[in-house]
């Protein structure tokens, strides 16, 4: 009680003081509040100004740490087993995995597709953007309205008169008819500009895919992507959409808080509104400090169920072989491991989206709402300069159109702050879409990327797997010095060399992985040259039939002129009849009459026709194309050799020099010259005396037969002596 006793009391004179302090300072505000607005304004634009140039400087600094960070990885971990089958000096194939953030790397992603997606401002792409954005506009006005309306109908309510408030009710019910139509068309402007995104981007990457033989160096001889019938058929639809998506949440939000905020600077003072902000801004920081990686998570989800599918794929593949093999608990298990280790990743995507909606609900709504109803009563207890004194009902409309464009405001900022996590999510599938692009055109320039596993280790084929060599078009084919080389990394020959010109056909025979279908891969022009000097004709000279042919969806008839369209096979001047007669050699004439439809008929003609009718088939497409030279890859091991010496007579005929790769001893006689691998890295190129191969053939299996009774005619003749001493 003593010490309470000597605590100054607190008299009317000090209150009254204290008063006369806060009004004098409110008044000197008051006076000089346009020059207090207007050094609020350019403190604020100025630190926005030095934020964004720090930003710059950043990201600028963070590239140039990545970039050499990723050198010193690269000087520390040399080739070792992820050498390069292309050019390993070039530093598109060393960098590091793509990093799924807001970086400088994901604008330029983002920027490339844009313009493939927007071609030009006078596009079909562009017209709707611009109309999407008129749209934007009336619906933001439109929401002015509105708020000026909710104030005018609650002021009619305060002050009781009934016929203004059935008039403000029949405005609000004919401003309805233009708002709605205008979130309709905004409806439909999202949904084309998605439609047409993916339109866009579908057709700019089937160009390149379907291409160059793009599709088969994706599959065949380069690594980075898995699956890019995942990334065609499902990631670029989903990039299109959440980038049209993302234009609406973004653009609507930011011109909403535009004006929003305009129009509240102009009713509680701009001090008010910047010092809102601020908080707004330092807590939405904290937001997305604690923001997970959403894009990376998305990213990883899209990876996943591109491996959830291709595994699916791969077993109706290799179906047969796998009920042959009794697998299905194996394969099972597979997709099992597959299934649940996506589900994993989504529910855990699941977890860190419900704590961080929980967070976002809670400032969004709450805290900025709060700060926002404190906002708003500025007008009612502080009379600001040049307003005039307002009744009861002037004060509630003005509260109530505040609040609801405050409460507009707060919502888009919250649209804004919800539309990063989508921004990451846009970042997840344009990384993925970016880095299809990105590999085609690396296969597109020659570059490859694919881990060696080679038996004899990488090291010895460094030096070969860097070099490239010429390709050069000519009449004749020629190999001068060419490696020739396996996807694996395997040399299997060093330096091959031969020539051939039209008319000698040649047979090609040697064991398994000796380099015989590499050969004609490199003649195709499938792999890359890594040395030498090949020659040889345009790839529209060449043709090529392996020992199970393709046959394509279609119709009878483009299963005989594939791959011509046709269009093409009506410019050739080709009818039914011409097709008819290349069947006939064949014995194929009545193969038309067994299908409803002749000609046109269509069936998956793989289940449908035989092995033999397939290969024959397959000729038939030969002799129709007539190319210079054509590549038959054991193609007539389902035929008799009747049949098989009507294709080779025929097709010698119609003057296509062949190329063959078959051990069958029948096939000799039709070849003139013959190369020949050991296997072991040597071969030998020379002329193809038929019947002097086939006697040495016929006497080297009489001595191999010899041979083998050598053992059992020993064994006789020790037991004879034994019986005879």
């Not at 409110?26 to 926005?48: C, E, G, K, Q």
């Not at 860190?352 to 400032?363: L, N």
């Not at 694996?488 to 031969?498: E, I, Q, R, T, Y």
């Not at 193609?635 to 080779?648: A, F, H, I, R």
């Amino acid at each position: 009680m003593a010490a309470q006793s000597k605590l100054p009391p607190i008299t009317p004179r000090r209150d009254r003081t204290v008063r006369s302090i806060v009004a004098q300072l409110t008044s000197l505000y008051l006076d000089n509040r346009t020059r207090i607005s207007r050094a609020v304004w350019i403190t604020l634009f100025v630190a926005l100004a030095n934020r964004i140039r720090h930003a710059i400087s950043e990201q600028k600094a963070a590239s140039h740490r990545g970039a050499a960070a990723g050198q010193r990885d690269r000087d520390s971990r040399g080739r070792g087993a992820a050498a390069s089958t292309g050019e390993t000096d070039d530093p598109v194939k060393k960098k590091k995995k793509k990093r799924v953030e807001l970086n400088r790397e994901f604008f330029g992603a983002l920027l490339r597709l844009l313009r493939i997606v927007i071609p030009g401002w006078r596009s079909k792409e562009a017209r709707l953007l611009i109309s999407h954005s008129f749209f934007l506009v009336v619906r933001t006005l439109i929401s002015v309205k509105v708020a000026a309306m909710d104030g005018q109908i609650v002021k009619s309510l305060v002050k009781g008169n009934g016929r203004e408030f059935l008039k403000r009710i029949v405005w609000w019910m004919l401003i309805a008819v233009p708002a709605t139509f205008t979130n309709s068309m905004l409806s439909y402007h999202q949904a084309e500009l998605s439609l047409n995104y993916r339109t866009r981007l579908t057709q700019y990457i089937h160009d390149k895919y379907l291409s160059q033989l793009t599709f088969y160096g994706i599959t065949a001889l380069d690594d980075r992507i898995k699956n890019p019938d995942q990334l065609i058929a499902v990631d670029v639809a989903k990039f299109s959409s959440s980038l049209a998506e993302l234009y609406s949440n973004l653009a609507k939000p930011l011109l909403d808080m535009t004006i929003y905020t305009y129009q509240l600077s102009k009713s509680v003072g701009g001090e008010g509104v910047v010092f809102m902000s601020l908080l707004v801004q330092l807590s939405a920081n904290v937001m997305r400090a604690l923001t997970p990686p959403f894009g990376r998570y998305v990213a990883d989800e899209a990876r996943l169920e591109g491996e959830f599918r291709f595994q699916h794929s791969r077993l109706i593949d290799h179906s047969e072989e796998v009920a042959l093999y009794a697998g299905h608990g194996v394969e099972k298990d597979t997709l099992d491991k597959g299934y649940f280790t996506l589900i994993k990743h989504v529910n855990y995507i699941l977890r860190r989206r419900f704590y961080h909606g929980f967070m976002e609900d809670f400032v969004i709504k709450y805290f900025w709402g709060a700060l926002g109803l404190l906002l708003c009563s500025v007008p009612v207890f502080v009379k600001m300069p040049g307003q005039i004194a307002m009744n009861m009902g002037d004060r509630t409309e003005s509260f109530i159109t505040n609040r609801r464009m405050l409460l507009s405001a707060s919502d888009a900022f919250g649209r804004v702050m919800f539309s990063y996590r989508e921004i990451m999510e846009l970042a997840g599938y344009t990384s993925r879409v970016d880095s299809l692009l990105e590999v085609m055109d690396d296969i597109r320039a020659g570059r490859f990327e694919k881990k060696l596993v080679s038996s004899s280790g990488t090291e010895n084929n460094e030096a070969v797997l860097k070099g490239r060599g010429a390709v050069v078009e000519s009449e004749d084919i020629e190999f001068t010095d060419v490696p020739i080389i396996s996807p694996n990394g395997d040399v299997l020959v060093k330096a091959l060399s031969f020539s051939l010109k039209p008319g000698d056909h040649l047979l090609v025979v040697g064991p398994n992985g000796c380099g015989k279908s590499s050969l004609f891969r490199i003649l195709g022009g499938l792999w890359p040259v890594y040395g030498g000097t090949v020659r040889k004709p345009p790839f529209s000279q060449i043709f090529y039939i392996p020992q199970r042919p393709y046959l394509s969806r279609g119709s009878l008839r483009q299963q005989i002129t594939y791959p011509d369209s046709l269009r093409q096979v009506r410019a050739r001047g080709v009818t039914d009849a011409d097709l008819l007669q290349m069947l006939t050699p064949l014995g194929l004439e009545h193969l038309p009459a067994l299908y409803d439809g002749g000609w046109d008929a269509e069936a998956e003609w793989r289940d449908v026709l035989s092995g033999g009718l397939q290969q024959r088939v397959a000729m038939a497409r030969l002799f129709y194309h007539r190319p210079k030279y054509a590549i038959l890859d054991e193609c007539t091991s389902s035929v008799t050799l009747d049949t098989e010496k009507v294709m080779y007579d025929t097709a010698k005929a119609l003057g296509i020099t062949l190329m063959t790769v078959s051990h069958r001893r029948s096939l000799w006689k039709y070849h003139e010259r013959i190369l020949q691998f050991d296997g072991q890295g040597n071969y030998v190129f020379t002329k193809l005396d038929a019947d002097r191969r086939m006697k040495l053939e016929d006497e080297k299996e009489d001595l191999e037969v010899l041979l083998r009774q050598i053992p059992e005619v020993e064994r006789r003749i020790a037991e004879l002596t034994v019986g005879t001493s």
